[in-house]
């Protein structure tokens, strides 16, 4: 998952919904309140990886090995890009980026707290070890659903100006179906994707969540404030969430990080000279490992990452924040 969803979906369950009035059954006002939850998770989502576009940008170039790129670090691509293809070349791909956090970022936020108390119920499983089985099993959740959009998303970052493949989202949707395979084409390295982010989500979530209850038991006046929406929940203020989360993320990042990888290789497909040596995930690791070894392959372009955890989830959990109180979820 996603630094920023992972994070969102990572937040306590709110309160029991006091009884509405007016007309509407009690489903009726079930389905309104996912749905302020499905907004809140999916707007955030969306401000936090618009914040961070460039950098996402940036680290498909370098995972893949761009030729135009590959001899530069993450502060040089980031100057060459502009420079390239001006500075929109920096936002490539973030249009397909944003079809897809949306709803990844309220799939995973809706599935985690199902998955939360499927757990707590029926496995009498509690504490913070439901936390890392929820997680995992919401961050694959919402990877199955959103998948074929990511795959889009990464054809179209890889590109440069002048050399392009595809002219746009739907374009590249109808090529990759014509050319690779059908459906099949949009699921190029679902594996890894799968393997690396049952313990991304899961880590994610559970140092999160344990670093938030540790510190609102501990320190409830040092960290937290009262919610605006309900003065009865205690929320972290904003710099302590930032901390949180970028060392939640930061944690995540560092366990997965070779997957994440092999994952981009295999999205990237036939774009690739050496597509036919990355055909399966066994394949694309050993290749990956035995060209560029592990700091410069397997692990290439992970500082970017570390960069990409601040900013990401200070925005994502200040915007999410905003919107619980806005949308009354506390």
Same mark, same amino acid.
């Given at each position: 998952?996603?630094?920023?969803?992972?994070?969102?979906?990572?937040?306590?369950?709110?309160?029991?919904?006091?009884? *509405?009035?007016?007309?509407?059954?009690?489903?009726?006002?079930?389905?309104? #309140?996912?749905?302020?939850? !499905?907004?809140?998770?999916?707007?955030?989502?969306?401000?936090?990886?618009?914040?961070?576009?460039?950098?996402?940008?940036? =680290?498909?170039?370098? @995972?893949?090995?761009?030729?135009?790129?590959?001899?530069?670090?993450? !502060?040089?691509? &980031?100057? *060459?890009?502009?420079?390239?293809?001006?500075?929109?070349?920096?936002?490539? $791909?973030?249009?397909?980026?944003?079809?897809?956090?949306?709803? #990844?970022?309220? +799939?995973?936020?809706?599935? !985690? %707290?199902? /998955?939360?108390?499927?757990?707590?119920? =029926?496995? $009498?499983?509690?504490?913070?070890?439901?936390? &890392?089985?929820?997680?995992?099993?919401?961050?694959?959740?919402?990877? +199955?659903?959103?998948?074929?959009?990511?795959?889009?998303?990464?054809?179209?970052?890889? @590109?440069?100006?002048?050399?392009?493949? /595809?002219?746009?989202?739907?374009?590249?949707?109808?090529?990759?179906?014509?050319? %690779?395979?059908?459906?099949?084409?949009?699921?190029?390295?679902?594996?890894?994707?799968?393997?690396?982010?049952?313990?991304?989500?899961?880590?994610?979530?559970?140092?999160?969540?344990?670093?938030?209850?540790?510190?609102?038991?501990?320190?409830?006046?040092?960290?937290?404030?009262?919610?605006?929406?309900?003065?009865?929940?205690?929320?972290?203020?904003?710099?302590?969430?930032?901390?949180?989360?970028?060392?939640?993320? *930061?944690?995540?990042?560092?366990?997965? /990080?070779?997957?994440?990888?092999?994952?981009?290789?295999?999205?990237?497909?036939?774009?690739?000279?050496?597509?036919?040596?990355?055909?399966?995930?066994? %394949?694309?690791?050993? #290749?990956? #490992?035995?060209?560029?070894? +592990?700091?410069?392959?397997?692990?290439?372009?992970?500082?970017?990452? /570390?960069?990409?955890?601040?900013?990401?989830?200070?925005?994502? !959990?200040?915007?999410?924040?905003?919107?619980?109180?806005?949308?009354?979820?506390?």
């Amino acid at each position: 998952m996603p630094a920023a969803a992972a994070a969102l979906a990572s937040a306590d369950p709110p309160p029991a919904m006091p009884p *509405a009035s007016g007309t509407g059954g009690p489903a009726a006002r079930r389905d309104f #309140y996912w749905l302020r939850s !499905f907004l809140a998770g999916g707007i955030a989502g969306c401000c936090a990886k618009t914040t961070v576009a460039p950098l996402d940008r940036v =680290k498909v170039l370098l @995972q893949a090995h761009n030729h135009h790129y590959k001899h530069l670090g993450v !502060f040089s691509t &980031l100057r *060459a890009v502009p420079q390239k293809e001006g500075y929109l070349g920096l936002y490539k $791909g973030n249009g397909a980026m944003m079809i897809r956090i949306f709803p #990844y970022g309220a +799939i995973q936020f809706m599935a !985690f %707290e199902q /998955y939360k108390t499927l757990i707590t119920t =029926k496995l $009498g499983i509690s504490g913070h070890v439901h936390r &890392l089985m929820a997680g995992s099993m919401a961050g694959m959740t919402a990877v +199955i659903c959103t998948y074929p959009l990511d795959v889009v998303r990464v054809r179209l970052a890889f @590109q440069v100006k002048g050399e392009h493949t /595809y002219t746009g989202i739907i374009h590249a949707f109808k090529t990759i179906y014509a050319k %690779e395979g059908g459906f099949l084409g949009f699921y190029r390295g679902l594996m890894p994707t799968i393997l690396g982010m049952a313990p991304y989500a899961g880590v994610s979530f559970f140092t999160f969540g344990t670093l938030k209850s540790v510190g609102l038991s501990h320190a409830p006046t040092l960290l937290g404030r009262p919610s605006s929406d309900n003065p009865n929940v205690l929320v972290l203020k904003t710099h302590i969430n930032l901390l949180c989360g970028g060392v939640a993320g *930061a944690i995540a990042q560092t366990i997965s /990080y070779p997957f994440d990888v092999t994952r981009r290789r295999m999205q990237l497909g036939t774009v690739l000279p050496e597509f036919e040596k990355c055909l399966t995930m066994r %394949e694309t690791m050993k #290749y990956v #490992y035995g060209q560029h070894g +592990i700091r410069k392959g397997l692990y290439r372009g992970l500082s970017l990452n /570390y960069i990409r955890c601040i900013p990401s989830q200070a925005v994502a !959990f200040t915007t999410y924040e905003l919107m619980k109180q806005f949308l009354h979820l506390n």
